[in-house]
């Protein structure tokens, strides 16, 4: 691999791990509070869906941005009625909005354009284009500060600058202010916070407020950032693989940061390797390739994540002692 590949599999992993960061860290949210959100995928794709026909309609990227949210929290919502007000079962919940995601787009994809579930391809006027930072041509082709700074700083859509400046500010949220010591605490030890006259009920549903959030922002960079419109089923998995990536990094936003890049820079290098030729063994199948990210996604799970030890109070209803 020569230099510019090099670079251009770096960029590729920070684009490509954009989308696995916001939803990473919207599981976080909802886990910490102890509720287990399978449904991440879902919302990722209800929101992928919603900004794409947005944009398409009104020819606004930020309209767009606002209608994936909107959707997201919508799924957000519903699986917090369902496992905070009617204290269903978590899992049974998220897996369901992952379904009914999954069947409402591509039926409104295919009723209101007829293209199969896709959307209408999108002008460059409605979506989130590359933002080039002053001076980045200039520095260009001076080593290392120059390089990094015109091929990695500069050069990305405002999405994935939003994505990886959520990390610290998740970080900060979480470990340094009174709301995320409560939503920890929530996560641990709902009766405690409870007792100390603090809504577990509106703590966990503030937490899913925050995973709708983030998660609509992931599904926006799919369909209108990353893409030019909408294709059924796009979000492909990376909703369970954001999921792993939390688990892996054991519910913490710096090593869901690393995790995330590690999945990005195996896909990326996926796509790079499509065609390679092993000696004695000819050309690798492009599905093999392919399948290096969920292939990486098992072998972590299976028994290279050490000892995760999720929130005590994960996918329990919370009943009120009166």
Known sequence: MNAADFLDVVNATLRLSTPLILAALAGLYSE???IVDIGLEGKMLAAAFSAAVIAALTGSAWLGLLGGIAASLVMAMIHGYASISLRGNQVVSGVAINFVASGLTAFFGQAWFGEGGRTPQLPMTARFGEIDFPGAQAVADVPVLG?????FISGHNL???????????????VQRTRFGLRLRAVGENPAAVDTAGISVAWMRYRALMLTGLLCGVAGTYLSIAQ????????????GYIALAALIFAKWKPWPVLWTCLLFGFLDALSIRLQGVVVPGIGAVPVQAIQALPYILTMILLAGFIG???????????????R
């Not at 600058?161 to 949220?173: G, Q």
């Not at 000892?307 to 002692?321: F, L, N, Q, S």
């Open 147 to 151: 390089l990094v700074y015109s091929h």
């Open 227 to 238: 893409s030019a419109a909408f294709t059924r089923d796009m979000t492909a998995g990376q």
């Open 159 to 173: 999405l994935v600058y939003f994505a990886f400046l959520a990390v610290p500010a998740t970080w900060w949220v």
């Open 307 to 321: 000892k995760a030890i999720p929130p005590r109070a994960g996918g329990m209803p919370y009943v009120k002692e």
């Open 32 to 34: 910490r509070s102890g």
